[in-house]
């Protein structure tokens, strides 16, 4: 499959995964071919768009990109059908990742917490400049692009950038307690 093919598919939809477009690619057999349909098809969705909704479109989709911290946990694919064995660490470790598992939605909600902890450390630790933070910020913005512009539209695409965003928000994390620290006292003395 041609890089555009993905561009093309990005654009449909919630931008992400489309079995009409998978299916037009596999039934062409040139590379040519392919690409002269992603781009006719990119074309199209353009124009039905327009600027300003190919704008609200990116929005939304940036929104599916990185608002789900479980990074679609079970949502698609049956991957996994095993049954919660009865006793253990092993049992307790399963209740919250497997389909049947009885803390599975408390899974979701840590995982949401941690997700929009880790969102406002990055976002408010902007004080923290070193060359290497700036590298990880850029690989933020970067990876975010790169969902906006290719296949994306679902968190779990986000999986791929979860070491940068890890590693940013433990650097930032310092300066973002102090920060709050200043603030509470300001509201203190007032």
């Known amino acids: 499959m041609p890089a555009i093919h993905f561009i093309s598919m990005g654009m449909a939809g919630d931008g992400g995964y489309n079995k009409e477009d998978n299916l037009a690619m596999a039934a062409r057999p040139s590379k040519k071919e392919k690409v002269e349909y992603s781009k006719r098809k990119i074309n199209q969705r353009l124009a039905r768009m327009g600027i300003f909704g190919y704008i609200k479109f990116l929005f939304h989709k940036q929104n599916k ?10 949502i698609e694919g049956h991957f996994m059908s095993a049954k919660v064995t009865s006793k253990g660490l092993k049992a307790f470790v ?3 990742v497997y389909p049947n598992g009885k803390h599975l939605a408390d899974f979701r909600y840590i995982a949401q917490f941690w997700w929009i902890i880790w969102l406002f450390i990055i976002a408010f630790g902007w004080r923290y400049r070193t060359k290497f933070s700036q590298v990880l910020r850029l690989a933020i913005v970067g ?3 790169y969902l906006l512009i290719f296949e994306g539209g679902r968190s ?5 950038f979860l070491p940068v965003f890890i590693i940013l928000a433990s650097l930032d994390s310092n300066d973002v307690v102090e920060m709050i620290g200043e603030k509470m006292s300001w509201l203190k003395e007032e």
Do not use: H, K, P, V
């Open 65 to 74: 990109n990185s608002s789900d911290g479980s990074f679609a946990w079970l």
């Open 94 to 96: 399963q209740s919250f």
């Open 143 to 145: 990876g975010f692009l």
């Open 156 to 160: 779990r695409y986000m999986i791929q």
